[in-house]
């Protein structure tokens, strides 16, 4: 196993001499000890959110809003304005237990999984890990090629300004650089809000959305793809990863679990309340043969929003839609990153320079560029796999919640801050309705292609 | 464990010019196993009964033949 490189510091009584990425998490904790000694409660928080909004937020990506505008143009408000809410609900859970793990023992998911149960489940989540973000980032420089078009730009510039933001964001060598340039990227998810606000809805029938009626028509398979696509824009493997390893490479403790579970709560409610808003956008279409758009195949929602509620309508969707994707294409590559350096073992922080961490920055930078490369071939089925990205996820994720629950019921590691019985009951479930969901559609979709049954 | 933080400490300067005892200083922001040489240290492994073994393998073929169905699926619809 490698080791990053250890600089020559005065020794000290007992303890193992520091590398650069101590000294960065360390000058990250002493403002955090300054702000909790002194009881500076909204500054603590300020530094000590970020995992759990960028993991959330970030999956509000490309592909998700586009589901949710898709759900809202066919289907209308009801039954989605209390199933998304409730998706990320699930989402928090799942994210918490990702969460606590990393600040109690400072390790990733996938070195975690790799040294506790063995490489051949480490490599297997890690494999999970590369199929399903690399399609997925596919589906984001995608999306923002969808939101480019409506300014009349191609997929050159889309490839050019995702590319360009990994390697501005990997400048400086600091985890707290690179969390807050992200976090400000995601301010702008509220766009889809704005739009929302934009096409003026009646307020009255999202209200009374709220009973989960009416529900989606369709047939079978559809619905099973509605619930798919939709559970896997809100629950994701990456999610896991990245939140685990930013817990640990943000350097939090046991003692910041309180503020870790902040920090997811306030992401989840923030993913939930802009997911809606691309939802509502959306459901302005419903009246307008909305259900005929496909988003994917050239900029269909921020035209056909901007012909029905106005040009700022469709401006602010547009961009929108860059942003979703921009902001998934560095949470995304960042979660490939630290699985990589955590399966391979070698240094895997934002702290560390990219010098000394080559593999880390290497995969961060090349899994954005492969994805990139893919939008450029002439004639690839780009529709088919931004469609599938959500679905690829979601049957893929049980593993990960299995692991996810076996380590945060692991007390060896966890101690005191092992899962309760009632978040056991919860992830569980959370497990199966996603696993349920999942290999219904797989099963249903594939007799269908197959032998034209099941539909 | 974590040790108590400093009294009077925003910005750090270069440790690497600080002498012995506030280079400790330092090092007291972060619990022990914080540190890098910590970290790259393996946990033990974890002693799976037969049972779950089984169930996870389960789990795994389970998973893999969705996802061969869901590529399957995409490559017919193309």
């Not at chain 1, 193992?16 to 101590?22: F, G, K």
């Not at chain 1, 500054?43 to 000590?48: A, D, F, G, K, S």
């Not at chain 1, 988003?295 to 547009?318: C, E, K, N, W």
């Not at chain 1, 294409?329 to 990589?340: D, K, M, R």
Request: hydrophobic fraction near 50%.
């Amino acid at each position: 196993m490698a080791t990053p490189e250890v600089t020559a510091l005065p020794p000290f009584l007992g303890a193992p001499p520091l590398t650069d990425e101590d000294r960065a998490r360390s000058r990250d904790r002493s403002r955090v000890h300054h702000a909790r000694k002194h009881e500076r409660r909204w500054y603590l928080m300020w530094l000590l959110v970020g995992p759990g909004i960028l993991a959330m937020i970030g999956e509000n990506d490309g592909p998700s809003m586009i589901a949710y505008a898709s759900d809202g143009a066919q289907y209308g408000l009801g039954f989605f304005v209390p199933f998304i809410p409730l998706l990320f609900a699930m989402a928090f859970v799942v994210q918490e237990m990702a969460m606590r793990i990393g600040a109690v023992t400072h390790r990733g998911y996938g070195e975690l999984v790799l040294q506790r149960y063995g490489k051949v489940w480490g490599w297997f989540g890690a494999g999970d890990l590369c199929l399903t973000n690399l399609v997925t980032l596919i589906a984001e420089f995608v999306a923002i090629r969808v939101g480019l078009a409506y300014f009349h730009l191609g997929a050159g510039v889309a490839v050019g300004l995702g590319l360009a933001l990994v390697l501005f964001t990997l400048r400086g060598g600091r985890y707290w650089h690179w969390e807050r340039t992200v976090l400000g990227l995601a301010v702008f998810n509220g766009l889809f809000l704005v739009a929302a606000i934009l096409v003026k809805p009646h307020l009255g029938s999202v209200a009374s959305s709220l009973s989960f009626s009416p529900f989606p028509h369709g047939s079978f398979n559809t619905l099973l793809l509605l619930l798919a696509s939709t559970i896997g824009a809100t629950v994701t493997p990456w999610m896991i990863f990245f939140q685990q390893s930013a817990s640990a490479d943000k350097g939090m403790t046991p003692g910041d679990v309180r503020h870790g579970r902040y920090d997811t709560a306030l992401g989840a409610v923030l993913a939930s309340v802009f997911g809606l808003g691309a939802l509502i956008a959306g459901a302005a279409l419903l009246p307008h043969s909305g259900s005929g758009i496909q988003g994917f195949a050239g900029a269909g929602f921020p035209q056909a929003l901007d012909r029905i509620s106005g040009g700022a309508a469709g401006t602010v969707f547009a961009l929108g839609l860059i942003e979703a994707g921009a902001l998934a294409i560095l949470t995304i590559s960042a979660s490939t990153a630290y699985a990589a350096g955590e399966c391979i073992g070698v240094a895997h922080s934002f702290n560390t320079s990219p010098r000394n961490a080559g593999v880390f920055y290497a995969a961060n930078v090349g899994v954005a560029l492969i994805a990139a490369v893919v939008i450029l071939i002439p004639g690839a089925p780009l529709l088919s796999i931004a469609l599938n990205a959500n679905v690829l996820a979601t049957v893929l994720l049980p593993v990960s919640l299995v692991f996810v629950l076996m380590l945060a019921n692991d007390r060896g590691l966890m101690g005191r801050w092992a899962n309760r019985r009632s978040t056991n009951v919860v992830g569980i479930a959370v497990a199966a309705f996603v696993a349920i969901c999942g290999a219904a559609y797989a099963i249903d979709s594939f007799l269908q292609a197959i032998h034209g049954v099941g539909a | 464990v974590s040790a108590a933080p400093p009294d009077q400490q925003q910005e750090q300067p270069d440790r690497r010019q600080l002498p012995p005892d506030q280079g400790e200083e330092l090092i007291h922001h972060l619990e022990r196993d914080q540190l890098v040489a910590e970290t790259f240290r393996p946990v033990q492994r974890a002693r799976l009964s037969r049972r779950v073994t089984i169930s996870l393998w389960a789990l795994r073929i389970f998973a893999v033949a969705l996802g061969v169905m869901v590529i399957y699926t995409f490559i017919a619809r193309l």
